[in-house]
Every structure is written in structure tokens, then in C-alpha cells.
């Protein structure tokens, strides 16, 4: 296919390409219209899709997975563009991680992610500089996939990684190995999660809150802290509570709980096992006919999960009775897969996501030491 221009959502595209045509249809008709397109493309494009996307969407992915298999594949692919049926952070990952001449879209520019939200670069900036040299001569910054590029870039500057829930624990090991301390962001209690899990106390790890003076840290806590946990959660996975599990375990003895690490400390010490979705899945595979589980993780995946495994007589419902959906991931509907794909069809680019290259350089080098990381 021809090199074809990258416009704006907001530019015009020709009439027929609009969005607002689209989003005016039911999610049914744009079935025929995604695979038709997908067709013509080619091995052109690659689809990548998240396992917390809708059924309606995830269904066309070529490939489906957390956001670590996914940016292992994005790293990989040699597709001229990769479409990310995902959250922004994901895509900014896939273009960092794209070869010069791939395009990676997002087919809806908000599809965010609250949790990536909550650590904006000035923050950050601020907290290292707050810290001074004696603070930080020994600190490893690690920050979780689930943030911005520039947030990933500046802890490739400072001598440190990103990780995905799948390999949080050696990414702290790579880091141990180097420094005494380790600044994590955003996600808390990932980080919390992670630390307890390598033996490391509570009474060792401090909550820099970015919002208060100092991170309302005194500096003897923080002198004597070895894990600095940056204050930010997942709005999704923070809703499981370990009332929960007390529910299950009444109420289903013989169930297993399994979590996502991004659920709260309290929950995960009730669980029965924590992993990331791609771990969770696995030991679903695993267990054996007759198996039940409640998980606390995204809704989408458990609901695929029960559906599933069903006809293998394992019983998954999800931890809590109302099912945690995440809103953002949500936004990434048929409608818009299907206008980003005829676009790109018709010869247009939209909603690339295109991260600056000082960004990118830093960025990147985070990455690929996460990529050593297993
Ligand atoms: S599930 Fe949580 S961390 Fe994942 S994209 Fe949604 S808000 Fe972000």
C-alpha cells in the first residue's frame, strides 16, 4: 500500500469517513464493515487488543494479551500500522517501541487511563528534586507500563526501568541490584504488592503523596524507607475490598480467590493467589475440571473467562457482585475500530499517536531494559 497522510481526529476527513457516521450506528452493523476493511488492509495493519476490551472489539484483535505480551508484540511486528484496541499509555508504548516507518492508532483519543493520570512529569520532577542528592544517590526510579512516555523516559534517564504487573518482581530485583531504593510509580499498590511479596515490611515502605509538601513524608521516614511508593491507584481495581473475599469464602468455601496486583494490599493478603491477567488465565488453564474461582480483575476479562471455561466445568464470577469495568478502556468501541480502519483505507491516518523523540530516546531505553526483565 501507498504511505498514506496522518490527519487529526478533529481534521476534516472526507464525509463519508466521519466519525459522527459511525457513532449514529448500531455496534452490529459495523461487523461486516471492520472485516471488509481488515481485508483490503492486509497484513498492512496489525490489530492489538487489550484483554479488558469489550467482546464487540477484542474479537477482531490479532492479537490479544496484558500490556506487557502487547508491547512484546509491538516490538516485534513489522505491520505498517498498529491500531492499539487499548488505553492511550499502550499506544504511546507501541510507537516507542515501533521500527521508524510504522504508525501506531488509537482509535479513540480518550481511551485513557485514570491511574496514568495520576503522576504528571512536573510532580514527578518536583518529588526528585524534594528528595536532594543524599535522597536519591542510592535511588532506582520504576515506574509501572501503566504510565505516560515521559514519565517511562525519565526513569530511563535516571538509571531505572519500567515493569507490567507480569514482571514487576524482577524489575525490583534488576533495581536492587543497583541501588538501596526504589521510587515506584504510580500504582501503589502494585508496588506495595511486590515489595511485601520479596519480604520487604510494610514499616519500610512510605506513600508520597504529590498533593502535600514533601509528599507529607517526614525525612527520617523516608531516610529509613527503602520503597518510596508514589500516591496512585487503579479506580478499577482499587474497588475490591477485602469484605469481598469474606464474602466469597462465606458464601463459596471451596472457591479460590485470584487478584490482580493493582487491588489493594488488605485484598490480596485474603487472596489465594495474585497475577497479572495473563497469569490469571494461566492458572485457570491450569486447574482442573470441577475448579472455581472468584477473580478481582477488570469485568470484560472475567465475563470472557466464565463464558470460556464453562463448557470445561470451571465456574470464574467475579469478586465483587457489581463487576469492576474500566470506563476508559470502554471508550474503544466498533464504531470507532471500524471508522479508523475505512480511513485508513481511504488513505488517512487518524489519531495517531506519535510521542516526541527526546521523549521517545529515554523512553525507550526504559522499556528494552524491561524487555531484559522477566
Ligand atoms: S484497568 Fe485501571 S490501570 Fe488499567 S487502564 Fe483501566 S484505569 Fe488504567
Known amino acids: 500500500m501507498e504511505e498514506v497522510a496522518a490527519v487529526s481526529a478533529t481534521d476534516a476527513v472526507q464525509d463519508s469517513c466521519s466519525l459522527d457516521n459511525y457513532l449514529s450506528q448500531p455496534d452490529h452493523t459495523m461487523d461486516d464493515r471492520i472485516a471488509a476493511a481488515r481485508a483490503t488492509l492486509?497484513?498492512?495493519?496489525?490489530?492489538?487488543?487489550?484483554?479488558y476490551q469489550r467482546d464487540e472489539v477484542i474479537r477482531f484483535a490479532d492479537y490479544t494479551g496484558d500490556s506487557y505480551k502487547l508491547s512484546k508484540i509491538a516490538s516485534q511486528t513489522d505491520a505498517k500500522y498498529m491500531l492499539f484496541c487499548g488505553v492511550h499509555f499502550m499506544a504511546e508504548t507501541a510507537d516507542v517501541l515501533a521500527k521508524p516507518w510504522q504508525q501506531v492508532i488509537l482509535p479513540d483519543l480518550n481511551a485513557g487511563c485514570s491511574m496514568a493520570d495520576m503522576a504528571e512529569i512536573g510532580?514527578?520532577?518536583?518529588?526528585?528534586?524534594?528528595?536532594?542528592?543524599?535522597?536519591?544517590?542510592?535511588?532506582?526510579?520504576?515506574?509501572?507500563?501503566?504510565?505516560?512516555?515521559?514519565?517511562?523516559?525519565?526513569?530511563?534517564?535516571?538509571?531505572?526501568?519500567?515493569?507490567?504487573?507480569?514482571?514487576?518482581?524482577?524489575?525490583?530485583?534488576?533495581?536492587?541490584?543497583?541501588?538501596?531504593?526504589?521510587?515506584?510509580?504510580?500504582?501503589?499498590?502494585?508496588g506495595r504488592n511486590t515489595a511485601f511479596?520479596?519480604?520487604?515490611?510494610?514499616s519500610e515502605m512510605v506513600v508520597w503523596d504529590p498533593?502535600?509538601?514533601?509528599?507529607?513524608?517526614?525525612?527520617?521516614?523516608?531516610?529509613?524507607?527503602?520503597?518510596?511508593?508514589?500516591?496512585?491507584?487503579?479506580?478499577?481495581?482499587?474497588?475490591?475490598?477485602?469484605?469481598?473475599?469474606?464474602?466469597?469464602?462465606?458464601?463459596?468455601?471451596?472457591?479460590?480467590?485470584?487478584?490482580?496486583?493493582?487491588?489493594?494490599?488488605?485484598?490480596?493478603?485474603?487472596?489465594?493467589?495474585?497475577?497479572?491477567?495473563?497469569?490469571?488465565?494461566?492458572?485457570?488453564?491450569?486447574?482442573?475440571?470441577?475448579?472455581?474461582?472468584?477473580?478481582g480483575t477488570e469485568i470484560h476479562l472475567v465475563n470472557r473467562l466464565a463464558k470460556r471455561f464453562a463448557p470445561l466445568g470451571k465456574k470464574i464470577i467475579t469478586?465483587?457482585?457489581?463487576?469492576?469495568?474500566?470506563?476508559?478502556?470502554?471508550?474503544?468501541?466498533?464504531q470507532h475500530l471500524a471508522w479508523a480502519l475505512e480511513n485508513l483505507v481511504q488513505g488517512n491516518v487518524?489519531?495517531?499517536?506519535?510521542?516526541?523523540?527526546?521523549?521517545?530516546?529515554?523512553a525507550k531505553v526504559a522499556l528494552d531494559r524491561m524487555l531484559e526483565v522477566r
Request: aromatic share 8%; glycine share 8%; charged share 25%.
Open 123 to 190: 510532580q514527578v520532577e518536583d518529588c526528585w528534586e524534594s528528595l536532594g542528592p543524599d535522597g536519591k544517590s542510592e535511588l532506582i526510579p520504576l515506574t509501572y507500563m501503566n504510565s505516560a512516555a515521559a514519565i517511562k523516559a525519565f526513569c530511563g534517564e535516571r538509571g531505572g526501568l519500567v515493569c507490567t504487573s507480569s514482571n514487576a518482581r524482577g524489575a525490583f530485583e534488576w533495581a536492587f541490584a543497583r541501588g538501596e531504593k526504589i521510587l515506584f510509580l504510580p500504582d501503589q499498590h502494585l
Open 42 to 51: 492486509g497484513t498492512d495493519v496489525v490489530l492489538l487488543g487489550h484483554h
Open 211 to 295: 498533593y502535600q509538601i514533601n509528599g507529607g513524608v517526614s525525612p527520617d521516614r523516608l531516610k529509613a524507607a527503602k520503597i518510596i511508593l508514589w500516591k496512585g491507584h487503579c479506580s478499577v481495581h482499587q474497588r475490591f475490598l477485602p469484605e469481598h473475599v469474606d464474602r466469597i469464602r462465606s458464601n463459596y468455601p471451596q472457591m479460590q480467590v485470584i487478584v490482580h496486583p493493582e487491588c489493594r494490599w488488605e485484598v490480596c493478603q485474603k487472596a489465594d493467589a495474585i497475577g497479572s491477567t495473563e497469569r490469571i488465565i494461566e492458572v485457570i488453564e491450569k486447574a482442573p475440571e470441577g475448579a472455581s474461582f472468584a477473580v
Open 197 to 202: 511479596a520479596m519480604g520487604i515490611p510494610l
Open 350 to 362: 487518524v489519531n495517531r499517536i506519535k510521542v516526541d523523540d527526546d521523549v521517545k530516546h529515554w
Open 319 to 334: 469478586l465483587d457482585d457489581s463487576g469492576c469495568l474500566c470506563t476508559t478502556m470502554y471508550r474503544i468501541s466498533p
